[in-house]
């Protein structure tokens, strides 16, 4: 079990940035591949990012089209935390975003029924 905890959402303008945080309490973050989603209100939910776990590099890592080169997914597993550093924000970038969590560590998936564990989520809102 762990309980996923999103923070650093708000409001910026078009082309700004943001920077995402979600803490994991679970003595185990190294058992998890980690993702980001989003839903944009009447929509879907979306997949944003992904990482795995690796013990020689930062892990491997999946994007969506519609942010790849804009966003990137980074973890600490010295402080239980992944990260998603946002820029060149546009107004299509307005959701409520969450953290995930995959029980395999080395799989790395869009699909959210790997999924198990979720956040509470945190709002993006991108509006000049």
């Known amino acids: 079990q762990v309980q996923l905890v999103e923070s650093g959402g708000g409001l910026v303008q078009p082309g700004g940035s943001l920077s995402l945080s979600c803490a994991a309490s679970?003595?185990?973050?190294?058992?998890?591949?980690m993702a980001w989603f989003r839903q944009a209100p009447g929509q879907g939910r979306e997949f944003v990012a992904a990482?795995?776990?690796?013990?020689?590099?930062?892990?491997?890592?999946s994007y969506s089209d519609s942010v790849k080169g804009r966003f990137t997914i980074s973890r600490d597993n010295t402080k239980n935390t992944v990260y998603l550093q946002m820029n060149s924000l546009k107004r299509e970038d307005t959701a409520v975003y969450y953290c995930a969590a995959n029980p395999n560590r080395f799989r790395l998936t869009s699909d959210f029924s790997y999924y198990p564990y979720w956040g509470q989520g945190t709002q993006v809102t991108v509006s000049s």
């Open positions: 679970t003595g185990t973050f190294t058992s998890y591949s």
């Open positions: 990482i795995t776990y690796s013990a020689y590099n930062g892990g491997s890592t």
